[in-house]
């Protein structure tokens, strides 16, 4: 094999390793247990930018330069330039003529016909229209006596030619910097045949070949350099529509002025026809652009008309990438932002920047921690095990110092001693793996070197069995939680104490149970992009009663019931299976809840209560639970929930 190296010119660094996204992931784990859903989340962190990745913008940066440059050309920028250019011209011209019309006149006397004829000119001078356009087209036939006034009159005309036609075609001023009636020939034939070339696109007679060939006889008129048709067509409908909104952004008197110089201008070179085909073509293949809406500029800078056309476009294209940037539309996504746009408005740096945000994006799926449920994002159980270990780390880092060796369990899985016996390794098992067992598994089924491993060959390590609880955390997800401003404690207590259980308990059961005028059970996956509930109605009894059908699927497991929540019941379950709001809460409804509670009474349940709220109904509420079950009340403030709650379970398992 032969390699060929050159020298590294632009882009971002082909050696660069890759971006490692569990960084992000942490950063958007912040948001998450915040109350953030997973797409809020990761939508913060792509418009601030990721975290160990120095030098690298986020969205919010690029936006900023974004209307900065906006301000600049808007506050930098005056429109007439080309009105005000011409006019000084013709001003020039008119008094050249007027400084020889009288030498001719003193050199002649008071009588004779060439004293006659100059005044006669000179009166026709004082008669010109003050609009420059009509004035330009009145004397377009005028024998001018004045060899400079002449040749000022022709520079004049030089000038609207270049602007007119650079208008519509960016760099013709380069193209026609010496014009001579070759030059305007070969521009008239150029307009032809790509009208030509439109015209046989609309048929659908036209190839690829066609676009070569009038590159090829044509492409220095273009210096973009498009690559097809429909490039070619974009640059210049952009153009056009831009010197539509230069009109619109004139006074009515500047743009009567301006028209009619453009109008006479293109009759004068032969091209009124021609650029009128062009128009309406563009127009049609276009009609998305924001033809003849005017901007606001408020510059004192004067610029050319093919300056101030540039300008415009250029607004226009970041007014679309401010929006793109922005991504506040439903279903935005970085794909969405035109690459080509960011290296016109900000360079090659923030076009690395935008693909670096976008392999955030593509990463955080392909690595397993996001996927795209129905067009919704959602974290994977992947994602929530890392997200819970980061909730369950906070929580210890507020515990006392004297009593963190206890719960910092490093060798996640191992449940107890090991046994000395294998099994074969099943999907969630974090049990040491056996390699010994493992590898001579493959060499049996193989037969031979290498080994190629399967999964079935995997075996862990048995441990032997310690004493299991059945874990119940019963979490309220009413509009309530969200009001107080806890219901992110809550959520993040829910992942922490997941998260404990399947690393230093996983001979555990545990079950989260959210309640608002429903109950349902809660995987370990939803936890994490799990939002409050909009609804009237706090259900502890359902969810009383499924956590006792969970405690009674594991009899003999000792139980643990845990329940959050910032107000006392407000609904029940009707033998229907329909929920019965009422406030204030009825008797029926605290009835049927305390009969749960004295149904956990019998089973051996104790219920530790958290109230996040300081109710006299709570409170009264509470205490009667704990007479009736002997369990205990927590007043926990948000901040300091997740300590209680793991704080409480260890100690109830070093009890037991």
């Given at each position: 094999m032969s390699y060929a190296y050159g020298e590294y010119h632009d882009g971002p660094d082909p050696l660069a390793p890759p971006y490692d996204v569990r960084a992000a992931l942490d950063e958007m784990g912040d948001a998450v247990l915040s109350g953030s859903t997973p797409l809020d989340a990761l939508r913060d962190l792509l418009r601030r930018g990721l975290p160990g990745a120095p030098g690298r913008r986020g969205l919010e940066d690029l936006l900023r330069q974004v209307r900065r440059r906006r301000r600049e050309l808007r506050d930098g920028t005056r429109l007439d330039g080309t009105l005000e250019r011409a006019r000084a011209l013709l001003d020039k011209a008119i008094g050249q003529e007027r400084a020889e019309l009288q030498r001719e006149s003193e050199d002649s006397g008071e009588t004779g016909e060439a004293l006659d004829d100059a005044r006669f000119r000179e009166a026709m001078l004082d008669t010109l229209p003050s609009d420059t356009a009509r004035a330009v087209q009145e004397l377009a036939g005028y024998a001018w006596r004045s060899a400079s006034a002449r040749q000022t009159f022709e520079e004049l005309r030089d000038l609207l030619r270049r602007e007119v036609l650079d208008s519509r075609f960016r760099g013709m001023q380069e193209a026609l910097a010496n014009p001579d009636p070759a030059a305007m020939e070969r521009v008239r034939q150029m307009m032809s045949d790509l009208n030509d070339m439109l015209d046989r696109d609309a048929r659908g007679e036209h190839t690829q070949d066609d676009f070569d060939?009038?590159?090829?006889?044509?492409?220095?008129?273009?210096?973009?350099?498009?690559?097809?048709?429909?490039?070619?067509?974009?640059?210049?409908?952009?153009?056009?529509?831009?010197?539509?909104?230069?009109?619109?952004?004139?006074?009515?008197?500047?743009?009567?002025?301006?028209?009619?110089?453009?109008?006479?201008?293109?009759?004068?070179?032969?091209?009124?026809?021609?650029?009128?085909?062009?128009?309406?073509?563009?127009?049609?293949?276009?009609?998305?652009?924001?033809?003849?809406?005017?901007?606001?500029?408020?510059?004192?800078?004067?610029?050319?008309?093919?300056?101030?056309?540039?300008?415009?476009?250029?607004?226009?294209?970041?007014?679309?990438?401010?929006?793109?940037?922005?991504?506040?539309?439903?279903?935005?996504?970085?794909?969405?932002?035109?690459?080509?746009?960011?290296?016109?408005?900000l360079g090659r740096s923030a076009v690395d920047d935008l693909e670096s945000l976008r392999q955030v994006e593509r990463e955080l799926e392909a690595q397993g921690y996001l996927r795209r449920n129905r067009?919704?994002?959602?974290?994977?159980?992947?994602?929530?095990?890392?997200?819970?270990?980061?909730?369950?780390?906070?929580?210890?880092?507020?515990?006392?110092?004297?009593?963190?060796?206890?719960?910092?369990?490093?060798?996640?899985?191992?449940?107890?001693?090991?046994?000395?016996?294998?099994?074969?390794?099943?999907?969630g098992d974090e049990q040491p793996i056996d390699v010994v067992r493992t590898v001579v598994n493959g060499v049996r089924r193989g037969g031979g070197a290498p080994v190629a491993l399967s999964v079935d060959d995997f075996e862990v390590v048995e441990t032997e069995r310690r004493s299991a609880a059945a874990v119940c955390l019963l979490v309220d997800l009413s509009y309530s939680m969200a009001l107080r401003g806890t219901w992110a404690a809550a959520k993040q207590t829910a992942l922490a104490l997941q998260a404990l259980v399947a690393s230093k308990f996983p001979q555990d059961a545990v079950q989260i149970i959210g309640f608002s005028n429903y109950a349902r059970v809660l995987r370990p996956d939803?936890?994490?992009?799990?939002?409050?509930?909009?609804?009237q109605g706090t259900n502890l009894h359902h969810a009383l009663l499924i956590a006792g059908r969970h405690l009674d699927r594991h009899p003999d497991f000792e139980p643990v019931v845990l329940v959050v929540t910032d107000g006392e019941p407000t609904a029940h379950l009707m033998r229907n299976g329909a929920p019965r709001f009422e406030w204030p809460p009825s008797q029926e409804t605290l009835t049927l809840t305390l009969a749960e509670v004295d149904k956990m009474t019998r089973r051996r349940a104790t219920l530790n209560v958290f109230m996040l709220a300081a109710d006299d109904r709570l409170r009264e509420f509470v205490n009667e639970v704990a007479r009736r079950n002997g369990g205990r009340v927590f007043s926990a403030s948000a901040d300091r929930l997740g300590e209680y709650v793991v704080s409480d379970f260890l100690r109830a398992r070093r009890t037991r």
């Open positions: 060939r009038f590159m090829q006889k044509y492409g220095d008129m273009y210096p973009e350099n498009p690559r097809n048709l429909e490039e070619l067509v974009d640059q210049l409908a952009r153009r056009a529509a831009a010197a539509q909104r230069l009109l619109a952004s004139l006074t009515p008197e500047q743009r009567e002025e301006l028209a009619g110089l453009i109008n006479h201008t293109l009759e004068q070179a032969g091209l009124a026809e021609q650029m009128s085909r062009l128009g309406e073509a563009l127009h049609a293949r276009r009609p998305d652009l924001a033809w003849g809406a005017p901007e606001r500029v408020s510059g004192e800078r004067p610029m050319a008309m093919g300056d101030a056309v540039t300008a415009l476009q250029e607004l226009a294209d970041l007014g679309d990438l401010e929006s793109a940037l922005r991504q506040d539309y439903p279903g935005a996504r970085l794909d969405d932002i035109d690459e080509e746009a960011v290296r016109r408005a067009g919704k994002l959602e974290l994977t159980p992947k994602a929530v095990r890392r997200l819970g270990e980061t909730a369950l780390r906070r929580v210890f880092s507020s515990l006392e110092s004297g009593r963190r060796g206890d719960h910092d369990q490093r060798d996640a899985g191992t449940a107890g001693e090991p046994t000395g016996s294998t099994r074969q390794w099943r999907f939803e936890l994490a992009g799990l939002e409050w509930d909009m609804v």
